[in-house]
């Protein structure tokens, strides 16, 4: 089976983290294509296109730009700024575009810079990115003596400190300005009142890095990638209980099941052992069994089963997982990162958290299994921004489809797994230092 590829296109044969060599195979032609248009012109192109952000949220990218207010209605300056700051638990793909096409990546930068009409760019990206950011740099290095592909466009690259709650945009834009990073209250929007209260376009970064494909195609020839509501390519994540992990640019419309058992993708699971769960789009979204394993890998097929796509981290869970315990795993690392700014996060992850370490333990009783559901509930709906929610209807989800395993931890005094699922005795990274101590327990 052959799979498109566009945003990482020619890697396989060349090192595009060379200017000479991405030039070598036409890289930054699109740019000089797309200085002869336009503001106006490249976003009728996006949105001919139907290419939707690649970073979790979906929404459609021509529209986004089109929100830009011209410099008569805004004289401020105008920005665009790069999410970088790869957090999601389960996706690894922007890594890696930076990694192996920065040039592609600073192509697009520079387009959309001329779509929007902004003269600085700023590039967040995840401080544990250390060779992906030199080798942003470096790429950035060689574009100082190329005037001619630079115009008057600066690129800033800034290193995040390692907050989750940074890949959502307007925290993200907090800690540019030095900020705290916190949710802002919306609207206004960032592309009216954004990066120092000025009109800013903030984009992911496989988002960006897809640009200049389609300012070479054309709008409508990307389009016909894909399918409906999910056009072009998506460069998906795929790790756990799989064979060949790894980063794989495929087209919406595969299905899951493809992705990962066919050998030139996930090629199956180690041992022959059979798939219990699947995460389909990073940790914060809803899990799908392993019987619902036929739904195609797009946005509305997984909307149908109640789920995402997300930042497209697929994560294989075998059938040795417990589910309480990456219920725990979960719920721990969404309680770290909480901010703190919203009540029902900053108290629901941490009670969540608390009520999933009792079932595990054997300590639990039925009554604080619905009392788990009843806090997820409480969450939901009633947060800034998307981080309270999704760590809840992911947890929720787990109780939801493997209730009786659950129920299992209740009636047998704990896990009934005991040492044979893979996530015994793993920690989530906040826990390795606080593990032998006990914490205080909420009340029930």
């Known amino acids: 089976m052959s799979h498109k590829q566009v945003v990482m296109a020619g890697t396989d044969a060349r090192d595009l983290t060379k200017l000479a060599e991405y030039e070598a195979v036409g890289g930054y032609a699109s740019l000089t294509k ?38 008569e209605q805004n004289p401020n300056p105008h920005y665009l700024v790069i999410n ?15 990694s192996r096409v920065p040039h592609r990546f600073i192509e697009g930068c520079l387009i959309t810079a001329h779509a929007v009409l902004a003269k600085h760019v700023y590039v967040y990206i995840r401080g544990e990115y250390l060779e992906p950011y030199e080798i942003l740099v470096e790429a950035l290095e060689e574009l100082k003596e190329r005037p001619d592909l630079r115009g008057d466009v600066t690129i800033v690259v800034h290193r995040g400190a390692g907050a989750y709650i940074c890949g959502e945009e307007t925290a993200l834009l907090d800690s540019l300005e030095g900020k705290r990073g916190q949710p802002r209250t919306k609207p206004p929007f960032p592309a009216v009142a954004g990066l120092y209260a000025s009109p800013t376009v903030v984009n992911n970064v496989e ?15 990307y389009a016909k990638l894909g399918v409906p509501n999910s056009r072009g390519t998506r460069l998906v994540s795929v ?52 019987d619902e394993l036929e739904v195609g890998y797009d946005f509305d097929s997984l909307l149908a089963k109640n789920t995402a796509m997300g930042s497209a981290g697929v994560i294989v869970l075998d059938d040795r997982v417990c589910m309480v315990q990456l219920g725990i795993r979960v719920s721990e690392f ?17 009670w969540m958290t608390q009520i999933l370490r009792k079932l595990e333990a054997g300590d639990a009783t039925k009554r604080e ?38 129920v299992a931890h209740l009636d047998g005094g704990g896990c009934p797994c005991g040492d044979h699922s893979p996530l015994d005795g793993v920690l989530a990274p906040v826990a390795q230092h606080i593990h032998n101590h006990a914490s205080e327990l909420v009340p029930a």
């Open 84 to 98: 970088a700051d790869e957090s999601e638990p389960g996706s690894f793909k922007d890594n890696e575009i930076i």
């Open 239 to 290: 790790s756990g209980h799989v064979e060949r992990g790894g980063n794989y640019e495929v087209e919406p419309g595969i299905s899951l099941k493809d992705l990962i058992f066919a050998p030139e993708l996930g090629g199956g699971v180690p041992g022959g052992r059979s798939v219990k769960a699947v995460i389909p789009g990073g940790s914060s979204t809803v899990i799908l069994t392993g």
């Open 334 to 350: 969404y309680e770290h990162e909480s901010c703190g700014k919203c009540t029902p996060c900053r108290e629901g992850t941490r």
């Open 34 to 71: 797309a200085r002869a248009l336009g503001p106006e012109q490249i976003t009728n192109e996006l949105m001919a296109s139907e290419l939707r952000g690649r970073g979790g949220a979906f929404f459609p990218t021509g529209r986004k730009w089109s929100f830009v207010p011209s410099p």
């Open 207 to 221: 988002t960006i890095a897809t640009v200049p494909a389609i300012i070479e195609m054309g709008g409508a020839e």
């Open 369 to 406: 299994l619905d009392l788990l559901l009843s806090v997820c509930d409480r969450i939901n709906g009633k947060c800034l921004c998307p981080l309270g929610e999704t760590a809840a209807m992911a947890v929720a989800s787990y109780v939801g489809k493997f209730r009786n395993e659950f």
